[in-house]
């Protein structure tokens, strides 16, 4: 656990010593903020349109600092030395929950401005976080391992979108119809069966990173 944190806190220090992340990431919210405000102008668009739209944007700033978590050790040429330190297990759960702070910070600037530009209107708050932090969960887990596993490709960039599409897919289908239903104040029994697959699908999504993980970090 000790070399979990260890992993953890060379990250955040990293991340505040260079900022890259950080300020590419806030540089595309404002910038996908700013286009949906202009697009959507004065016009009175549907809740369903707007879940949509914000967790598209979401997904996309999301995307580019998760993309890097393991790029950047690469770049650096850490990762020879991340591996003495701590076991592929270890590594992998710093890396993890580095990406759900990063992404959990970034998702409440998100939302929060979004309602401010859209007045996006959620009737039941505590389902509608439940449902975003389990879908911010299952994003991140799924993420993390697809930038293990392209940091070792030649073409990293044009292979994340590619891996990612298919293995997100079904966890963004399920996320904006729960989201959708817990903005409009839905009873959270008439979602269960969407939390459940939210739950199953980042259970399996870790479980799986964590064997494969060890394969892909040592290769």
């Given at each position: 656990m000790n070399n979990v944190r260890i992993v953890f806190l060379k990250d955040v220090r990293s991340e505040l010593r260079t900022r890259y992340v950080i300020n590419s990431l806030l540089m595309f919210v404002l910038v996908t903020i700013s286009i949906i405000r202009f697009a959507i102008g004065d016009e009175k668009i549907e809740d369903e349109i707007?879940?949509?739209?914000?967790?598209?944007?979401?997904?996309?700033?999301?995307?580019?600092?998760?993309?890097?978590?393991?790029v950047k050790e690469e770049e650096k040429e850490t990762s020879a030395a991340l591996k003495l330190s701590a076991s592929p297990t270890e590594?992998?759960?710093g890396k993890l929950i580095f990406n759900l702070v990063l992404t959990f910070i970034l998702n409440f600037l998100i939302l929060?401005?979004?309602?401010?530009?859209t007045?996006?209107?959620?009737?039941?708050?505590?389902?509608f976080i439940s449902v975003l932090s389990l879908?911010?969960?299952?994003?991140?887990?799924?993420?993390t391992i697809i930038a293990a596993i392209i940091s070792k490709a030649n073409s990293k960039g044009t292979l994340y979108p590619v891996l990612s599409f298919p293995v997100l897919l079904p966890l963004l289908l399920t996320v904006i119809n729960a989201t959708k239903l817990a903005s409009a104040?839905?009873?959270p029994g008439e979602i269960m069966g969407e939390i459940q697959i939210l739950v199953s699908y980042t259970v399996v999504v870790i479980t799986a990173s964590?064997?494969?993980?060890?394969?892909v970090w040592e290769d």
């Open positions: 707007l879940t949509g739209l914000l967790w598209i944007s979401i997904f996309f700033s999301a995307s580019g600092g998760l993309a890097r978590t393991f590594i992998f759960a929060i401005l979004f309602i401010l530009i007045e996006y209107n959620i009737k039941n708050p505590v389902l879908g911010n969960v299952g994003l991140v887990a799924a993420s104040g839905i009873n964590v064997l494969l993980f060890p394969f």
